[in-house]
């Protein structure tokens, strides 16, 4: 399948600071990015849909001043949690739409999460 | 009612057991259906997704039933490595997937 990353796997931050997290699909381009949370023992959210060269799409009750999505490249969109406090605290997971790859044209695939700390 | 619901299990199941999941979804305009397979503390991995006339991929089954809105995923021959929490997703419109919950199976020696 697709290979997507993301950077950095883990981080601790205090609270008040801003964490960058970077995701890349390694083998293909991807004019659509989406990044989810996932709360222990609990479904993948989604929070936002990133389109390469335009403003993101925000899911109700996510605040776009405080999670920035970037997306200036076909193979790269970032997320930055601003000001981040403890309850910020969570596995963040991006996924890109292959769209050129054979089957469903909205298949997905994930980057490996960045787990994020806020102490 | 939730948009897309799983029972969370956990199912327990020993090894060689055939275990099924269903997930139903509300919205009858879904387009498309997928069943992922989540590992603790790792991301989603596509298992394969779930066309209308049904498909196979080893042991495992997918099926569609648009009348009664629901996928279902049948694993026979049941690994070990097999435990793993199995999540449905359904897209409705444009690109976004909308997740169930997940239903956590177990397989056990």
């Not at chain 1, 990133?50 to 970032?78: C, M, P, R, W």
């Not at chain 2, 989540?38 to 049904?54: A, I, N, T």
Request: aromatic fraction near 10%.
């Amino acid at each position: 399948g697709a290979v997507v990353s993301q950077h950095p796997s883990r981080v601790i931050c205090k609270s008040g600071t801003s964490v960058k997290i970077e995701c890349r699909s390694l083998d293909f381009q991807a004019t659509t990015m989406f990044w989810y949370r996932q709360f222990p023992k609990q479904s993948l959210m989604l929070m936002a849909t990133s389109n390469e060269g335009s403003k993101a799409t925000y899911e109700q009750g996510v605040e776009k001043d405080k999670f920035l999505i970037n997306h200036a490249s076909l193979t790269l969109s970032t997320l930055t949690v601003t000001s981040a406090h403890p309850e910020d605290s969570s596995f963040y997971i991006c996924s890109a739409r292959d769209e050129w790859r054979g089957g469903p044209m909205d298949t997905q695939y994930f980057g490996p999460g960045t787990r994020l700390t806020v102490l | 009612r939730k948009e897309v619901e799983q029972d969370p299990g956990p199912f327990n199941v020993p090894e060689g057991a055939t275990v099924a999941f269903n997930c139903t979804y509300s919205n009858s305009a879904s387009q498309s259906f997928f069943w992922y397979r989540q590992d603790c503390r790792k991301e989603p991995k596509l298992l394969m997704s779930v066309y209308s006339s049904g498909n196979e991929d080893g042991r495992f089954t997918a099926q569609l039933n648009r009348a009664s809105q629901y996928i279902s995923l049948l694993i026979r021959d049941s690994k070990l490595s097999d435990s793993a929490t199995y999540l449905c997703a359904i897209n409705n419109a444009g690109n976004m997937l909308t997740f169930g919950g997940g239903t956590r199976l177990m397989v056990k020696p």
